[in-house]
Nanobody
Framework: QLQLVESGGGLVQPGGSLRLSCVAS????????IGWFRQAPGKEREGVSC????????NYADSVKGRFTISRDNAKNTVYLQMNDLKPEDTAIYYCAAYSTRSFRLCTLASTYDYWGQGTQVTVSS
C-alpha cells in the first residue's frame, strides 16, 4: 500500500522553528517529485514548496522564501521541510504529496500530485 506520513507539527511561538518530515512507505521516493502544501481554516490549499526527483531543484512560495527549506534524503525515503522564523499566518495543516513522470514545472499545482499524506497541524501562536 502506497502511503505518505507527515510528522513534526505542533505548537510554536512566533519566530520559532519546526521541521516537518514526510516518510513514504510502499514505494521509493527516488523517482517522485515531492511537494508540501498547507491549508488554513476557511482558506484554499496552497503550495508551499516542492523538490524534484532527480536534480534536487526546488521551488518556494513567495510567502516562505528565505524562511523554509525543503530537502530530501532518499536513503531514508524521507523529505523534510525546515521552517524557521514562523509567523502566525503559517498556521495550517501541512500536507506532503508525491508525483512522478510529469514535468517539475507543474509542482506548484495540487492537481499534479498522485499521492497525499493525512497532514500535520502547525500552530504558530504566543
Amino acid at each position: 500500500q502506497l502511503q505518505l506520513v507527515e510528522s513534526g507539527g505542533g505548537l510554536v511561538q512566533p519566530g520559532g522553528s519546526l521541521r516537518l518530515s514526510c516518510v513514504a512507505s510502499g514505494f521509493t521516493l527516488d523517482y517522485y517529485a515531492i511537494g508540501w502544501f498547507r491549508q488554513a481554516p476557511g482558506k484554499e490549499r496552497e503550495g508551499v514548496s516542492c523538490i524534484s526527483s532527480r536534480t534536487g531543484a526546488t521551488n518556494y512560495a513567495d510567502s516562505v522564501k528565505g524562511r523554509f527549506t525543503i530537502s530530501r534524503d532518499n536513503a531514508k525515503n524521507t523529505v523534510y521541510l525546515q521552517m524557521n522564523d514562523l509567523k502566525p499566518e503559517d498556521t495550517a495543516i501541512y500536507y506532503c504529496a508525491a508525483y512522478s513522470t510529469r514535468s517539475f514545472r507543474l509542482c506548484t499545482l495540487a492537481s499534479t500530485y498522485d499521492y497525499w499524506g493525512q497532514g500535520t497541524q502547525v500552530t504558530v501562536s504566543s
